[in-house]
């Protein structure tokens, strides 16, 4: 998975953010401006597909530097294992920085490359480990570069050391991913609570208020406009209730969504990807079975 510098990501969000609002402000002028009529989406549909325009490319571009932050912590206990077993036959910790980078790290390769690299300029260990963590942008990572620098300042018995800072890394590693199998499955909860809110919604506007308006009609059509039982709801558009149906589930769809990979992944951000899905599941449903039934 490649990397995504921050600049990137940042520049990703604006060009999103742009074209949304031109797809939103697109649809409210030619709603109120020009009067467009017959349109294919009314004002606020328009608005909705700005927001899933918006959504799209931030989305994609999260998940992408999320796989590849997670490669890099999966690959941090492996390399703190081979340092600590060169240095059994005697090599240096820098030596074994070096000769680790020869190595296959999937994403920490080129990082720790670049610090090997920075050492070979004259850097400081402590210099090059506080760079390496700034640009692998993880947790794990920053603790292990404050750690790796803490046994090359007390210096000693480095390889013991390595071996049990191998262990506690790979310790916090492994609480990580529990936490996460553990927290995953309550995105599900919202994909489920989602799918339910929806479903009633379509249901009760394709078999009770439709029905209800057909026999209202029906009624006061035989009675001559006069008054009849359906008094109470007289007056309700049934376009309104749709509408009004429509922006609920798209409100469950944000929020929901953004719940979800907070409380699955513990970033907010992790969210976006969510919230696109449940957005176009929300949209899609609503234009093939309320709006086009």
């Given at each position: 998975m490649p990397k995504i510098d921050p600049k990137e990501k940042k520049l990703v969000g604006i060009v999103a953010v742009v074209l949304g609002l031109l797809v939103a402000i697109l649809g409210i002028v030619a709603a109120f401006v020009l009067h467009f009529e017959?349109?294919?989406?009314?004002?606020?549909q328009m608005i909705i597909l700005g927001m899933i325009v918006g959504f799209f490319p931030p989305a994609i571009v999260e998940w992408m530097d999320l796989r590849w932050q997670r490669g890099i912590d999966r690959n941090i206990p492996r390399l703190?294992?081979?340092?600590?077993?060169s240095g059994q036959t005697g090599l240096t910790l820098i030596r074994a920085i070096e000769v680790?980078?020869?190595?296959?790290?999937?994403?920490?390769?080129p990082e720790l490359k670049q610090l090997v690299a920075q050492l070979s300029w004259g850097n400081s260990?402590?210099?090059s480990l506080r760079s390496f963590a700034k640009r692998a942008r993880t947790k794990l990572a920053q603790r292990t570069a404050d750690l790796i620098a803490e046994v090359a300042r007390s210096g000693g018995d480095t390889q013991s050391i390595m071996e049990q800072l191998?262990?506690?890394?790979?310790?916090?590693n492994t609480i990580d991913r529990e936490r996460y199998a553990q927290m995953r499955p309550y995105a599900a909860v919202v994909y489920i609570a989602f799918g339910v809110f929806l479903f009633t919604d379509v249901m009760l506007i394709r078999s009770f208020f439709d029905q209800i308006m057909q026999l209202q009609q029906s009624v006061l059509a035989t009675s001559g406009g006069g008054g009849s039982i359906f008094g109470g709801i007289a007056g309700v558009n049934l376009e309104t209730l749709k509408t009004i149906m429509f922006h609920a589930v798209i409100v469950q769809a944000l929020f929901g969504g953004l719940i979800a990979g907070k409380m699955s992944e513990a970033r907010l951000g992790a969210g976006l990807k969510h919230t696109l899905i449940l957005l176009v599941i929300g949209f899609a449903t609503f234009v093939i079975f309320v709006w086009s039934a």
């Open positions: 017959n349109m294919a989406f009314t004002w606020d703190l294992r081979e340092i600590a077993e680790s980078a020869d190595r296959d790290y999937g994403p920490l390769t260990l402590e210099d191998n262990k506690h890394i790979g310790e916090l």
